[in-house]
C-alpha cells in the first residue's frame, strides 16, 4: 500500500526552526515530485515546495523562499522541508503529497497530486 507520512512538526517560537520529513513506504520517491502544502485554521490549503525526481528541481512560494529548503535522501525514502526564521503566519498542518514519475514539479495545482499524507501539525507562538 502506498503511504507517506510526516513527521517533525510541533511548537516553536518565532524566530525558531523544524524540520519537517516525509516518509514513503510501498514505492521510491526517487522518481516523483513531491510537493509541500499547509493548511490554517479556517483557511484552504496551500503550496509551500516541491522538489521534481532525478535532478531534484525545486519550487518554492514567495513567502518561504530564503526561509524553507526542500530536499530529498533517496536512501532513506524521504523528503525533508527544512524551516528557519518562522513566524506566526508560518502556523498550519503541513502536508507532503507525491506524484511521478516527473523530473520536475509544480506546486499547482494541488489536483496534480496524487497520493497524500495525514499531516503534521506545526505551530508558531511565544
Known amino acids: 500500500q502506498l503511504q507517506l507520512v510526516e513527521s517533525g512538526g510541533g511548537l516553536v517560537q518565532p524566530g525558531g526552526s523544524l524540520r519537517l520529513s516525509c516518509a514513503a513506504s510501498?514505492?521510491?520517491?526517487?522518481?516523483?515530485?513531491i510537493g509541500w502544502f499547509r493548511q490554517a485554521p479556517g483557511q484552504g490549503r496551500e503550496g509551500v515546495s516541491c522538489?521534481?525526481?532525478?535532478?531534484?528541481?525545486?519550487n518554492y512560494v514567495d513567502s518561504v523562499k530564503g526561509r524553507f529548503t526542500i530536499s530529498r535522501d533517496n536512501a532513506k525514502n524521504t523528503v525533508y522541508l527544512q524551516m528557519n526564521s518562522l513566524k506566526p503566519e508560518d502556523t498550519a498542518v503541513y502536508y507532503c503529497?507525491?506524484?511521478?514519475?516527473?523530473?520536475?514539479?509544480?506546486?499547482?495545482?494541488?489536483?496534480?497530486?496524487?497520493?497524500w499524507g495525514q499531516g503534521t501539525q506545526v505551530t508558531v507562538s511565544l
Open positions: 503529497a507525491a506524484v511521478g514519475p516527473y523530473s520536475y514539479c509544480s506546486i499547482y495545482p494541488l489536483s496534480w497530486y496524487t497520493y
Open positions: 510501498g514505492f521510491t520517491l526517487d522518481s516523483y515530485a
Open positions: 522538489i521534481g525526481g532525478s535532478h531534484g528541481v525545486t
